[in-house]
């Protein structure tokens, strides 16, 4: 995690609210509007922060809490709810939170903790917060259950024990509650590791020509066509269609958009080399990037989202030449949205075949031809390497 303001020296309720008051009171603004108002933390945070006068420092230090508090709220609840009486109201419920995450997670001194917290609260609320944060504090915490302690809806945790085993399904879940990390290409482009081996999977080579069937933002594009590539970016809206190209001139690439539905290109058929389908999915292997997506996705998304990913795929396959190759990939670790998607297309097509993929050895192998990776440093992935005769 970034490095949390040094409140160690801060003693008197005048420091404490001087020092990380400001960061603690937006904090708490933008944990209020992501639990009743809908927002999402990646698109809401950054806007409040550029409206803000805060250090980088600062910033940072409210990043850290947002992100982390969101990521815990079921953990901080239960942390919480031991030594609430009664019901809170959002603004209480907020502050609880992120009180919470400073005493157990951060290991922020008690003083410091509770007092900016409750220094940081408005209203009535403020004795109730003041009251149950220093119980917390006094208290030892033992969760009843791996989903309350590493904060999953409990039909999550149970759907990745299902579908990786025990031991990979609390390895990811664990990881993903760690802040997120990029890496930047040779180029420039910054981008999570995962997605840059996804890119590297495509095996596309100079002088080929590849479909990249859901491109933006352009990360794996951009990528491919920086290694020679002669690339055509599909996506379906044209505010994401902009999003690719504008990626591509930045890095002074030749990268042609198309602005369609990828279930439906306007391509000719048998066109392309190959293609890379990197689908819509549930992005049960991105939690650790989308901080509140734990709490928004609905137990039956990757079911209905299968649907949607066999449509692009079966469009994919018609664009390839004979002995082309078609890649297809998702930021999951559902069985639902990869050995599932291929049963339907090997039922439907009789005309492409299962590739094995040689994939850098930090890959695991799902199945015959379906190889995944865990969330570690990155995005957990999951792909299988389809051939058109």
């Not at 933008?30 to 910033?59: F, H, K, V, W």
């Amino acid at each position: 995690m970034s490095k949390p303001i040094d409140v160690e020296a801060i003693e008197t309720d005048d420091q404490i609210q001087h020092i990380g008051g400001a960061s603690r009171r937006l904090a708490l603004e933008a944990l209020e509007r992501i639990d009743t108002g809908g927002a999402y933390a990646n698109l809401l945070l950054p806007e409040m922060l550029g409206r803000s006068n805060l250090s980088p420092e600062d910033r940072r230090f409210v990043t850290q809490l947002v992100y982390g508090t969101t990521r815990m709220r079921r953990a901080c609840d239960y942390l919480v709810d031991r030594f609430v009486v009664g019901p809170t109201d959002s603004h209480v419920r907020a502050a609880l939170r992120l009180g919470a995450f400073q005493l157990h997670y951060l290991h922020t001194p008690p003083h410091a903790a509770v007092n900016a917290t409750v220094a940081a609260t408005t209203g009535p609320g403020r004795s109730v917060v003041n009251a149950v944060l220093r119980r917390v504090s006094e208290s030892e915490a033992v969760f009843p259950s791996p989903a309350i302690e590493m904060s999953y809806p409990d039909w999550l945790v149970e759907r990745f024990i299902q579908d990786l085993g025990h031991d990979d399904a609390m390895a990811a879940l664990s990881a993903m509650n760690e802040p997120a990390t990029t890496s930047e290409r040779a180029d420039g482009y910054v981008q999570d590791p995962a997605s840059q081996a996804v890119a590297g999977l495509v095996g596309a080579v100079e002088g080929e020509l590849v479909i990249d069937l859901c491109a933006a933002p352009g990360g794996k594009a951009t990528g491919m066509a920086s290694e020679g590539a002669s690339v055509i970016a599909v996506d379906r809206r044209l505010s994401r269609g902009r999003l690719v190209q504008s990626n591509a001139e930045r890095l002074d690439l030749r990268l042609p958009v198309l602005v369609t539905d990828g279930r439906s290109p306007s391509l000719r058929p048998g066109c392309a080399d190959r293609v890379l389908v990197d689908a819509p999915c549930s992005g049960f292997g991105s939690f650790r990037r989308r901080a509140d997506a734990r709490w928004r996705i609905e137990p039956e998304a990757p079911e209905r989202l299968a649907e949607l990913q066999v449509e692009l795929v079966l469009a994919g396959l018609d664009l390839l030449r004979s002995g082309g190759e078609l890649l297809y990939s998702v930021c999951t670790l559902t069985t639902t949205e990869t050995v599932g998607v291929l049963d339907q297309i090997r039922s439907r097509r009789d005309d492409v075949e299962l590739v094995e993929i040689d994939a850098p050895q930090e890959w695991r192998r799902l199945t015959s031809g379906v190889v995944y990776l865990l969330p570690d440093t990155s995005d957990g992935m999951m792909a299988f390497k389809l051939r058109r005769h």
